[in-house]
């Protein structure tokens, strides 16, 4: 599967953003999706996934109660709404895909998230 992120961009703090990430190539509907980020000079980390269905969504604690991750499976899109950004979430956002129990495998190339103070 093919994965194309998009919607990042410069934002104040306590602003929102939504990014969306396109999938081609496979049955979207197949696969669990997340969202990752890397903040330079940092190591990538998970930010949020969905199931294949969309029924169980799980979140990491820096971002609970401001991030939503949903999905579209009729337009093969998965997207993440940022909201109440801080500084501190400033970072390349990468989607990524798998199936079932393996590790995500299937990477997009990126999209900047930049949030001033």
């Known amino acids: 599967v093919q994965l194309q992120a998009s919607g990042g961009g410069l934002v104040q703090a306590g602003g929102s953003l939504r990014l969306s990430c396109a999938a081609s190539?496979?049955?979207?509907?197949?696969?669990?999706m997340a969202w990752f980020r890397q903040a330079p000079g940092k190591e990538r980390e998970f930010v949020a996934d969905?199931?294949?269905?969309?029924?169980?969504?799980y979140y990491a604690n820096s971002v609970k109660g401001r991030f939503t991750i949903s999905r579209d499976n009729a337009k093969n899109t998965v997207y993440l709404q940022m909201n109440s950004l801080k500084p501190e979430d400033t970072a390349v956002y990468y989607c990524?895909?798998?199936?079932?129990?393996?590790?995500?495998?299937?990477w997009g190339q990126g999209t900047q998230v930049t949030v001033s103070s």
């Open positions: 969905i199931s294949w269905s969309g029924g169980s969504t």
């Open positions: 990524a895909a798998k199936q079932g129990a393996e590790s995500y495998n299937y």
């Open positions: 190539g496979r049955t979207f509907s197949n696969y669990d």
